[in-house]
């Protein structure tokens, strides 16, 4: 009986040495947090659009930064945002619009403000894009030993696709850091997720200047792909758009002016002063870091998770953003 306790003993020793052995699963947020700063893509001024809300009522300031879409996407309706912002035309405009799980819109709330000169109209077509071909599989990249769930392809220049089903499309991808989708690896488009921001516009053929704009605060509207042109995420002060109240009117609009929050300024980064420059990076879409960061967020392992989902909607998984300290 003596020796049976000892080896009772001696096992209950070495079951939590086992345990400690036995690393848990990183999060996404380890890996990304993990990447090395090679893996990381700087965001140039010229692509962030700063947009400053009022003060709140503590005089804290409000500031919403928003990254333009990269060429060769939207590329018409982004002009014509450069144009606007070049031009202060949102200044003293407002957030005329916030509907609960769906957008926050902004804008000339009275129609009547004339626009810059210039700016261009775009067809319904530019709402897609050709992509140049789909790619061969590409399993070299592993997690813990094993490859990734969900495979890659890299063929095609910049772009990373991904095979899993998808109730939009055929095949889901990211480009230089987004994510795009199409139904034959032929054309592409880009996707409502949330923080999305995309053009107003008024009923068909009309395509919209870029004037008004709104940005996803709800589920993702994927409904709305192929349908309204995209142009850009939020990538820092959500929570300023998405905390509004509601507007009482349809679909959202506030029925007074009181009720609307001013813009006080919307500009290009780069006309910024340099120390007022946000400067943000994001973590490349292209590297083993993003690949093994996707596959965690499909296949959720890190301990506070039971049972991996073993898949994932394109829009749950957002592409890392982070700000960096000015130099």
Known sequence: MKHMLLAAAALSLAVPA?????????????????????????????????????????????????????????????????????AHWWDGTSVNRVQDNYVAQWGDAT??????????????????????????????????????????SGKSPGWSWIDADDA??????????????????????????????????????????????????????????????????VISGIEYLSSLPRGTEALGFYKTEAERMPITSIRIADELAAADQPKFEYLSTDSDSFARYADARANRRDPFFITPAGGADICNIPVPVRQVAAK
């Open 18 to 86: 086992l345990a400690q052995d036995a690393a848990p699963a990183p999060s996404p947020g380890e890996i990304a947090a993990a990447a090395p700063a090679s893996d990381w893509i700087a965001i140039a001024p010229s692509e962030l659009l700063v947009m400053d809300l009022a003060p709140d009522a503590k005089g804290q300031a409000r500031r919403i930064v928003i990254q333009l879409m990269p060429a060769p996407f939207s590329q018409g309706w982004i002009g014509n945002i450069r144009k606007l912002a070049a």
């Open 111 to 152: 129609e009547k403000k004339a626009l810059p000169a210039g700016l261009a109209t775009m067809p319904e077509s530019e709402y897609v894009t050709p992509t140049r071909g789909t790619g061969g599989t590409n399993t070299s990249v592993t997690q813990d030993g094993r490859p990734l769930a969900m495979s890659w």
């Open 168 to 233: 939009y499309s055929t095949k889901r991808s990211f480009f230089r850091g987004w994510a795009f989708v199409s139904v034959d690896g032929k054309i592409g488009w880009p996707v409502h997720c949330y923080g999305a921001v995309g053009v107003g516009r008024n009923m068909s053929p009309d395509t919209g200047s870029g004037a008004e704009l709104y940005a996803v605060i709800g589920h993702a509207p994927r409904h709305l792909d192929r349908n309204i042109a995209l142009v850009g995420r």
